[in-house]
Every structure is written in C-alpha cells, then in structure tokens.
C-alpha cells in the first residue's frame, strides 16, 4: 500500500514488458487489451489492498458479534455463515471504502498513463490546462464531477439493497404522522379505541436482550406522546 503507483508502474514495465517481455509496457492501438493489463493492474493494486486490509479487519469483528456465535451453535456451515450472516454485515462498510477509491482511480491515472504512454483523460487535461484550454479543461472537470457524483448514488443505492433496514427507516420515517381529530383526542385522553397504535420505527435504544430476535415485540400503550412501536432493532441485528 505504500509503494508510490509510478513505483510500481516502473517495476512493472521493467521486469514484466522489457526483461520478460510478457506484455507491452508501452501502449499500442493494434493491441488495447493486451497494452491495457499492466496500467490497469497498477492502478488496482493500492485499493485493493486498502479493501483487503478494511474487509480483513470488519470480518474479524463480525465473528465475534453473538449472532454469530448462535448461528456456530445451531450447526450452520462456515460457508453459509460466511456467506449469509458475515458478508452481509460486512458489504456496507466495504462499499463505503470502494466508492471514493474508485473515483481515486479515475482521477489519479495521470502518472500511469504518463509512464506507459497511454492516451488518457489525465494527459489530456494536463495538456488543457498547460496551454489554458478553458473549455476542454471545463469540460474535462465536469466529467469528474459527473462520475463522482455517480459512484456516489451507486453506493447509496447499494446501501439500500444490502441492507433492507435502511431502506425501511427512509420510508417509515417518512411517512409517519401524527394522528388528528377526534382519534388524537382519543389518544390524548387515554381512551382505547379497540386496537393499538402501531408504527414502525428504528429503535434507538439499547435492546441488548433482543439481540438474537427477528423483531421488537414491545407493544406501546395509548399515551399522549403517541408513542410508536418498534419492529426492528438497530443493535447488532444479523441480516437475513
């Protein structure tokens, strides 16, 4: 993870394109995919060992989590655990750490592209500003900004499709109100109308004794705070 990128890119070139001639470690038109691979490699090695060492150490913590050590318990695989109740817990914050390196990676290549004399959009900008094109300098940025802003909705987008409780607190929370009328003067009196309130809600306290449970099972009197219930809790819960 230390070693520079053009380090690394010059390592490459030597050992593996000139000494070994096992690829071309200057770029060629006839050639795109096979000029591609040492470029591309250099580029990934440094998020990748980022992403490696931050999924390394969230595995770590997630084995020691209780509802792990139920699952142990009750007999599951080390496949199936890993894979259902360890990689899920694990995936949000690995994908908070994968979005910034990959807009890194497209806005970082200038010195890859340089030592392998690949034609880019990091040369190209340089070029732009060098010579004070404004308008392929202003377009170049917005282009950036446009596949930062993307990577950045991806993530959001996957948070929600990985782990169903923050797309349950968005809507929930959204779309609580507060009763009106004759039924909040109901409520506010104390009176039961034959059914309880119940709403959904993240619960924000510590339910330390419901950690193994699929759901909250409070149930909320009729008070003048309309207090909602609670269907999921947000302490340690496993996915699934």
């Known amino acids: 993870m230390s070693l520079p990128a053009f380090v690394f890119a010059l390592l490459l070139a030597y050992f593996v394109g000139f000494q070994w001639k096992l690829l071309p470690f200057l ?10 691979i040492l470029p591309a490699l250099t580029l990934a090695v440094s998020p990748m060992a980022s992403v490696a060492r931050y999924t390394r150490s969230e ?5 020691n989590q209780n509802y792990v050590t139920l699952a142990k318990v009750k007999g599951v695989g080390k496949l199936a655990l890993v894979l259902k109740h360890v990689l899920r817990n694990v995936l949000t914050g690995v994908i908070t750490v994968i979005g910034p390196s990959v807009v890194n ?8 592209e340089k030592a392998f004399s690949v034609p880019g959009i990091g040369g190209l900008l340089i070029t732009a500003i060098q010579e004070n094109d404004y308008n392929v300098t202003f377009a170049l940025s917005f ?3 446009a ?3 993307l990577v950045m ?9 990985i782990d169903p409780r923050i797309r349950v607190a968005k809507g929930e929370y959204a779309n609580a109100s507060v ?3 004759k039924k909040a003067d109901r409520l506010q009196g104390g009176e039961q109308s034959g059914r309880e309130l119940r709403r959904p809600f993240l619960c924000q306290g510590n339910s330390a004794d419901a950690v193994f449970q699929q759901r909250c099972l409070h149930r909320s009197g009729v008070h003048s705070d309309h207090r909602r219930l609670c269907h999921f809790c947000a302490d340690g819960q496993p996915l699934h």
């Open 143 to 145: 282009i950036y900004c």
């Open 153 to 161: 909705l991806v993530v959001d987008i996957l948070y929600g499709l």
């Open 179 to 181: 009763p009106r009328g």
């Open 59 to 63: 595995i770590i913590d997630v084995l």
């Open 27 to 36: 770029y060629n038109a006839k050639t795109p995919l096979a000029s591609a």
């Open 105 to 112: 990676v497209l806005t970082g290549s200038l010195v890859v």
């Open 147 to 149: 596949l930062y802003i």
